[in-house]
């Protein structure tokens, strides 16, 4: 073996260990280790998936809720959590947020969505995808041909159909899918979401009586931080379609790989791959409701009553995220299901599953933060942002050169009062260096 390969071999090496040591550290994602289903390649299928991609550059959580998305696609409505007024079921709308060009975001959702296109099911039909660009006419079609059924036995040995219209849609951009100024169309996302088992009516020009039986829509996505500030008024966040929404952050990558293609053999990719749509088409079988064990309804009881008894953590303390918490306990559900659903055959949920969904959950909330920090900020705010991030990008800037990064965007008179109120923020802090006078990143309150 040259040097060179013994090199990449030891870069891989270590990016394997940087990844693996990411989740199990502290309440990320710490998945446990079970044994290997059978009919199954691997004991744990979003361990399998974000061991693929440790080569990718995006943030890991990327991966993660990819991969969430990913099992939600093939479980489709063919498994819920029946509470008798209602259902959960492991749909879920995912949408990244960071930079353009930064964290791969696009790209991260490809490696998922080849994955869902080369899956296929036992009733020998395949994953439906939803339009890229959201319109009532495309929507519908899309319904109509996802409709399809599905069998599963109770008990008792007695078979039940189950009927529904299944899509998934993988965004690349989210402006183009969603409009939150449609109302129509944000109320349907919202009755989707909810797991409502009703038809779906809807008039149109093209099909004035277009009738789908029980749609069920997943959604990934990506975006940048622009495009939330610009598109998402604070009352959507609260109490809307973003209360129903997992918001992943990221701004920067995890690690630099120009060229993975020479850090593995083609073929050990396909084969990985393989290996990941076979086990994804053993978990597409399965089909009826979910139980939880005993430990899970104690967990459970436990979890509700503190839920509604406590004061927030303070990620979430702000009134923006009341409709957030208040569809916590439908969040962790809907995840547990998919961590069940990833390591074992049976349709149990298990107090651990619950447990684990929380902690992710409780990891993603800081990513909550950070995504709508500036939604429904004042203009001064969103100034104080610009001289932050300029500040935090330099480490040491004069007011003077800040002034001249910052002068197409803001006046002087408002710079001045941005950076005043930055420097009272602690967001910055002067710092004087060879007698000049700059600022430096600070620490905030």
């Known amino acids: 073996m040259t040097a060179q390969q013994q090199g990449e ?264 791959e393989r290996k990941l749509v076979e086990d994804l088409e053993q978990i597409a079988t399965l089909c009826g409701p979910y139980d939880l064990t005993d430990e899970a309804f104690t967990w459970g009881d436990a979890w509700y009553a503190k839920h509604y008894s406590t004061v927030r953590s303070k990620e979430t303390a702000s009134p923006l995220y009341s409709g957030y918490m208040a569809r916590k306990q439908i969040h962790i559900h809907k995840l547990a299901m998919v961590l069940a659903a990833a390591q074992r055959d049976e349709r149990i949920i298990t107090a651990d599953d619950l447990q684990t969904a929380e902690k992710i959950l409780e990891t993603t909330e800081l990513s909550m933060k950070k995504v709508f920090e500036s939604v429904g900020q004042r203009e001064e705010a969103r100034f104080v942002g610009e001289i932050k991030t300029y500040v935090t990008t330099y480490k040491w800037i004069t007011a003077d050169e800040l002034y001249q990064l910052c002068f197409h965007m803001m006046s002087k008179q408002d710079f001045v009062i941005a950076l005043r109120e930055a420097l009272d923020a602690r967001v910055i802090r002067p710092e004087l260096r060879e007698n000049r006078k700059g600022y430096v990143p600070g620490v905030p309150n």
């Open 9 to 272: 071999v030891i870069l891989r090496s270590s990016l394997e260990k940087r990844a693996n040591d990411y989740l199990n550290q502290g309440p990320n994602f710490p998945l446990p280790e079970v044994k290997v289903p059978r009919h199954r390649h691997h004991p744990n299928w979003i361990q399998a998936y974000i061991n693929f991609t440790v080569l990718s550059e995006a943030p890991v959580e990327f991966h993660f809720w990819t991969a969430v998305s990913t099992i939600a696609a093939v479980l489709k409505r063919r498994v819920w959590r029946d509470e008798l007024h209602f259902k959960w079921t492991p749909n879920f709308y995912i949408i990244f947020v960071g930079p353009a060009g930064v964290v791969t975001k696009s790209t991260t959702l490809n490696i998922g969505y080849q994955i869902l296109r080369q899956t296929k099911l036992s009733d020998g039909g395949s994953i439906i995808f939803g339009p890229d660009s959201m319109t009532w006419h495309g929507l519908a079609k899309k319904f109509e041909a996802a409709t399809e059924f599905a069998e599963w036995s109770d008990a008792h040995g007695e078979i039940h159909t189950v009927k529904m219209a299944p899509l998934t849609c993988s965004i690349s951009e989210l402006g183009t899918f969603l409009r939150p100024d449609d109302k129509q169309l944000v109320s349907f996302l919202t009755d989707v979401w909810d797991g409502k088992e009703r038809p779906f009516e809807h008039v149109t020009l093209t099909n004035p009586e277009l009738l789908v039986e029980n749609p069920w829509l997943n959604v990934i996505g990506a975006t940048t931080p622009e495009w939330i500030q610009t598109n998402f008024p604070p009352g959507l966040v609260q109490q809307g379609i973003g209360s129903r929404i997992i918001f992943v952050y990221g701004d920067r990558k995890r690690h630099l790989v120009a060229y993975p293609s020479r850090l593995i053999l083609p073929k050990d990719y396909r084969e990985q």
